[in-house]
């Protein structure tokens, strides 16, 4: 397999540990108590002691904005753990058996995907409440059904190699040959959906507390503060800016990072 230079891939990941590294550091490395409010010098510009500003609470955006990342941080990775487990394992057993079980599983995928994603997840959490842990609910109660399709597709290609075959007449047990035989050769493509999703996490957990069914008032969430600055647009544009870009650099990394997994992973590349 003829592999495209990684050039694109270290950028990437420097890239990503711009978003991962100071949003694990955020309590220590924050110039500013996320909690300090400065009434007098509130919608101030950017400055050198604030770099990015302050919002029309005076509290700093750049300390939120770390603060955010943490959110952003925590909701992607729980939220792509829970979908990965639970869509890996019905793709799995849905590929690996068909019949009937294939049948009732398809046909609930088919289901979901009838419903626009975003908006079933903001009937889930408009009815469970605005909480951070609800928002991963309802977006794991959806995110797990493109890695169920993927997986059943590439199980359907690959359950009838000759080494699973096999590894089947020996009389092996149909979970090991599940877990040893079929899923790590379908990998590679679960690792790209993975780079992907977390890029859609990111903006769905973003809209839903920018429409307020995220984090809870007062939360530093960057929808949150994009939903803030979005009444003093005109008057302080960056109290949206920096929280806009924030979330812009972290889908293109993940965009990207994705697009040179997808390459490297493509054995026609």
């Known amino acids: 397999m003829s592999r495209p230079p990684g050039r694109i891939r270290l950028y990437s990941l420097i890239l990503l540990s711009f978003f991962v590294i100071p949003a694990l550091l955020a309590p220590w490395i924050a110039p500013h108590d996320i909690g300090q409010m400065d009434l007098i010098r509130q919608l101030e510009t950017p400055s050198f002691d604030h770099w990015m500003g302050l919002d029309e609470n005076g509290s700093d955006i750049f300390s939120r904005l770390l603060a955010g990342a943490r959110i952003s941080l925590y909701v992607g990775f729980w939220v792509i753990g829970i979908s990965t487990v639970i869509g890996v394992s019905l793709g799995l057993l849905s590929g690996y058996f068909g019949g009937w079980l294939d049948i009732v599983l398809m046909r609930i995928v088919d289901v979901l995907l009838a419903f626009p994603g975003l908006l079933l997840a903001i009937a889930l959490v408009a009815v469970l409440g605005p909480d951070i842990n609800n928002v991963i609910l309802a977006l794991s ?129």
Do not use: C
């Open 141 to 269: 109660a959806l995110g797990w059904v493109a890695y169920a399709r993927l997986v059943r597709g590439q199980v359907l290609s690959v359950r009838e190699e000759e080494y699973v075959l096999a590894a089947r007449t020996s009389g092996m047990p149909s979970w090991r040959v599940m877990f040893l035989h079929l899923l790590p050769n379908i990998l590679p493509p679960v690792i790209v959906q993975t780079t992907f999703s977390l890029a859609g996490t990111i903006i769905s957990e973003s809209s839903l507390s920018f429409l307020g069914l995220g984090a809870p008032p007062g939360t530093p969430s960057w929808g949150a503060m994009l939903s803030e600055g979005r009444y003093v647009l005109w008057e302080a544009p960056h109290v949206s800016v920096f929280p806009g870009l924030a979330i812009l650099f972290v889908v293109m990394i993940f965009n990207l990072l994705g697009d040179a997994l997808r390459d490297y992973f493509d054995p026609k590349s």
